[in-house]
């Protein structure tokens, strides 16, 4: 329903990859632009390194995270007409196998199964699941030896994904992908508490509690 908020994660086939290169990856994103629209598709040209000057959406949903790793990605979206999540679901899955499909040579399925929907309805959802998307890259390095300070400069500095855009520092070429105001307004927070709060999951030990409580 309009107003509501869900959690998207999806993985590859057997927990495959599903992003071979960074062109795979930027096309992703430029979808999470382009199927957010009313009546169909925006065209866009797939060569654009940037979506400053793409044309405007009529928006089904308003994208407030997301993060995308080797073999899945992570979303979180609020609803803004009725059925529009499902629908941009749909239209991402599709969209990106067709595409992957096409360049692989190959057919049949690229993701394990439906993505996976899931309403933000309990308090301890709603509190953990957006550090959990932006923590999720942290699960690339956590076996490195990295002091604090390194472990968020790499979270901050991770291209695919929206963290960059709530760090509080200059805006990332995808910037126009994510509602940071809508998102600061629903979850009550700032970007400076935003940023305090996630730091204190940096510890291996803090971050595996929040697995659990946003799990």
């Keep these: 329903m309009v107003g509501d908020i869900y959690h998207i994660c999806n993985r590859g086939v057997r927990k ?12 992703f994103v430029l979808n999470l632009y382009r199927l957010n629209n009313k009546s169909e598709s925006l065209r866009i040209n797939p060569h654009r390194k940037s979506i400053d000057s793409f044309p405007e959406q009529e928006k089904i949903v308003e994208v407030l995270k997301w993060t995308l790793l080797p073999n899945h990605y992570h979303l979180l979206l609020y609803e803004k007409v009725d059925g529009g999540v499902l629908e941009f679901v749909k239209r991402l899955g599709n969209s990106f196998t067709k595409y992957i499909n096409i360049k692989r040579e190959a057919s049949g399925y690229l993701f394990q199964n439906t993505a996976r929907i899931i309403q933000i309805e ?21 076996k490195s030896i990295f002091n604090q300070n390194e472990k968020l400069e790499f979270l901050k500095s991770y291209r695919w994904s929206s963290l960059r855009d709530y760090s509080g520092e200059k805006t990332s070429e995808f910037s126009k992908i994510v509602n940071k105001d809508l998102f600061y307004e629903i979850f009550d927070t700032t970007p400076d508490e935003y940023l305090k709060e996630l730091s204190g999951f940096l510890e291996e030990k803090e971050y595996e509690k929040l697995v659990n409580l946003a799990g």
């Design 16 to 27: 495959e990859k599903i992003f071979d290169n960074d062109s795979d990856y930027f096309r």
């Design 122 to 142: 309990s308090n301890r959802h709603f509190l953990y699941i957006p550090f959990y998307i932006d923590l999720n890259p942290f699960d690339l390095i956590k």
